[in-house]
Structure formats: C-alpha cells, structure tokens
C-alpha cells in the first residue's frame, strides 16, 4: 500500500524525499484558492513564481500578473490574491503570474523534487484530487505553504481533510498525518469556518476586509477536475490528459 505524509511546512521539506512521489501544495489562504479560482474563471494557466520581479518579466510577455505579499496586493500587479476578485473577464482565455507570500515558493521547491505529479490543493477541488491520487495509487506528499516556515491551521486542516478521503488506501507516513487528522476531525465536529476563524491568517485577513475570501476558500468542490503542473504552468487536467 503506498504511503501519504505531509509536511507542516517548508521549514520541514528538506527531511522529505519526494522522488517519484505526488506532490500536493496546499495554500488555502490563499494561493491554492486563487489558483483553482482562476482557472475557473477561463485563465488557461497559472505560473506560480517565487520572486516579484520573475512575475513582473512574465508581464512584459502578455501575462497578467497577480501578487501579494503579507496578505496584501503587491503594487503594478493586475491583481492581488484574491480568489474572489481574479474571478474576473480580463482572465479569460489568459496566462496568469502568481507571486504570494509562502504558496508559490512551495511549488518552485516541489519542482527541484523529481516529483511524480505535481498537484494544487483546495477545497474548490478536493475531491477531484483525492480521486486522482487514489487512482494513481503511488506514495503521496501533502506540503503545506504554512506561513513564514511556521505551520499554519488552515493548511494542516486541509491535508487532514484530504488524508481521511484516502485513508485506507494509503499508509500514514509520520505522526503529521495523525495530528492533521485530528484537527479536522474536529473541524467536522465544530465546523471548518469557526475552527479556521482562529487561524492567524484568517484574523490578519479579515482585518484587511477579504473575509469574502476566505469563504470562497472554504467552498468544497466547486471544480471537478484536479490542478496539476504542466511545464511549470498550473492548469487544469483536463488541458494535459
Ligand atoms: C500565501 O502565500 O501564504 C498566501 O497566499 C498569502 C495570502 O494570499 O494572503
């Protein structure tokens, strides 16, 4: 039976060995929402890029560019990162430049891996993913974006989200995946909007007025197709398969 793990945070990525294994990156607040937000709305990929500066080339080609950092747009960019507001008709048909805080740093060091797949995980699009690493049947790692190298609720609560859909197809591969179970699972008990209303992110965004996105964040299923790297660009699966 192949085996899930999940690494709480970057800090933490360097004691992994994801070779051969599918990569899930999870940033809920936001990245992984807008991510999955934008190529909803028509965008026909997203380049997650570390660097402002690597965006803003990709601008001066046609791209648009959306990016944010300590939870607030970056200035000359199109857009922040919003999943609520890159739902937007100048998307459609378009490539996207996404530069964030922690979400798109994680997708440059899934790349250096030698993954098998590379997946974008959000509750827009749980279900297709968990569907997907259940039929891939190899070892998977949940790697959660936390924030500034700390681990964060909202992406520990997600990986344990996705974990209980595979468990029993899966071997868990460290007590990570115990503890992220368990604050789901308490999620379920006490809602996931009351239990993330404590996540540090969710308090410094409301304070910035994008509740809203949060909400959208916490929206289950509402693409039915997995996110998955494709030449370093994000889309959806159905444009490769
Ligand atoms: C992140 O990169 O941690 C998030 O996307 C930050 C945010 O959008 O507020």
Not at 64 to 91: C, H, K, M, Y
Not at 109 to 136: V, Y
Not at 198 to 208: A, C, D, I, Q, V
Request: hydrophobic share 45%.
């Amino acid at each position: 039976m192949p085996t899930l793990d999940i690494v709480l945070s970057p800090a933490l990525w360097h004691l992994q060995d994801a070779k051969d294994k599918n990569i899930v990156v999870i940033d809920i607040f936001r990245a992984t929402s807008t991510i999955a937000a934008a190529l909803m709305s028509g965008a026909s990929a997203v380049h997650p890029m570390e660097k402002a500066d690597q965006a803003k080339v990709l601008g001066q080609k046609g791209y648009l560019t959306a990016g944010e950092r300590n939870g607030l747009p970056l200035e000359g960019f199109d857009f922040g990162n919003s999943p609520v507001l890159i739902q937007d008709e100048r998307i459609k048909g378009k490539k996207l430049a996404l530069t964030t805080t922690n979400g798109t740093k994680c997708f440059e060091m899934a790349k250096q891996a030698e993954a098998l797949q590379i997946f974008s995980g959000a509750f827009s699009n749980i279900k297709a993913t968990a569907i997907a690493l259940i039929n891939d049947h190899q070892d998977v790692v949940l790697f959660c974006a936390g924030w500034k190298e700390q681990a964060n609720l909202e992406d520990t609560l997600f990986a344990g989200a996705l974990y209980t859909m595979l468990k029993g197809q899966f071997v868990a591969g460290s007590d990570a995946v115990l503890m992220a179970e368990d604050v789901y699972l308490r999620a379920e008990i006490q809602g996931l909007k009351f239990v993330l209303s404590e996540s540090s992110h969710f308090k410094r965004l409301e304070k910035y007025g994008a509740e809203r996105d949060m909400d959208f964040s916490l929206k289950l299923n509402l693409l039915n197709q997995c996110v998955i790297l494709h030449n370093d660009e994000l889309v959806l699966s159905s444009a490769v398969n």
